[in-house]
């Protein structure tokens, strides 16, 4: 009887024994199961992290890339300006049709490099009060040849007194940006009209219109809807009309694009842009 009480104890203790055996391969296998499952949620994560790494090291190389290249942009604007002021100067002591067209030139292409100098300066109006019918007129002599060559009609309307508080270079370049931008985009046969009434001016053009998907990032420097568009007139425009303490809307369409500017007077400030004399009529 002893014997057979204690066959039974040996049993039971061999059965507790495989139990626990059983569970503690049941635990093994969670244990080696989760930590199986976190390992690969890690090199997911250290995968995730190089990648990120690897693109902001690819982004930082491209930015160092892109200051040094606005460096040397600078130093060759720099370098371009002196000799376009002695072709302006001697041109301008000529008589005929070729000299206006050289002189004319010459200010298109100081305005091209002025844009690459102030990109990024900080801005200091000199307000006074301008007739906006001579800036607009202004603008009309200098690229009025360029839209005839192009048939392009433009089309000024100011009312003869109206004037502006502001600094007539820094809007006669804001006016240059957006009229020429006008111009590249307007189709042959097209209408540029470019009108100012109170303290609001508008450029209108007839051209095929800005796409809605990026209406909202022209103004960013570096961006261009057009393949030969540098992406720095919409934003030095943007730039100027802020230190007026301006408004700058867009209104586009199939049809052609509205820029509509409105100066708010007797409250300017500074922000991004150097306002430095540019050669104009």
Do not use: W
């Amino acid at each position: 009887m002893s014997g057979s009480i204690r066959s039974n104890r040996r049993l039971r203790a061999r059965e507790s024994e495989s139990h626990l055996l059983k569970d503690l391969v049941l635990t093994f296998q969670g244990a080696s199961q989760a930590l199986e499952k976190s390992y690969g949620e890690l090199q997911d994560r250290v995968r995730i992290l190089t990648e990120d790494l690897e693109r902001e090291r690819g982004q930082r190389i491209q930015l160092e890339r892109l200051a040094a290249m606005g460096e040397m942009a600078m130093e060759l604007a720099h370098e371009i300006r002196n000799p376009l002021g002695s072709i302006e100067l001697f041109a301008s002591m000529l008589e005929g049709e070729y000299a206006e067209q050289i002189v004319r030139s010459v200010r298109l292409l100081n305005h091209s490099v002025t844009n690459v100098l102030h990109f990024g300066r900080p801005i200091a109006p000199s307000p006074k009060q301008i007739s906006v019918n001579t800036l607009l007129e202004g603008i009309r002599s200098l690229v009025q040849p360029l839209a005839e060559q192009k048939r392009v009609k433009l089309e000024v309307e100011c009312d003869f007194d109206c004037t502006l508080t502001a600094d007539h270079e820094l809007l006669h370049r804001m006016l240059l940006n957006l009229v020429l931008n006008a111009l590249r985009e307007t189709p042959t046969s097209g209408t540029i009209r470019i009108t100012a009434k109170g303290t609001t001016i508008t450029v209108v053009d007839s051209g095929p219109g800005i796409p809605e998907s990026v209406v909202s990032r022209i103004f960013d420097p570096m961006f261009s809807t057009h393949r030969d568009g540098c992406g720095l007139g919409l934003p030095i425009v943007k730039r100027i009309v802020d230190s007026h303490n301006g408004t700058i809307e867009v209104k586009s369409s199939d049809s052609g694009t509205r820029f509509i500017v409105k100066f708010l007077q007797n409250n300017l400030h500074n922000t991004e842009v150097v306002s430095e004399p540019i050669t104009c009529s």
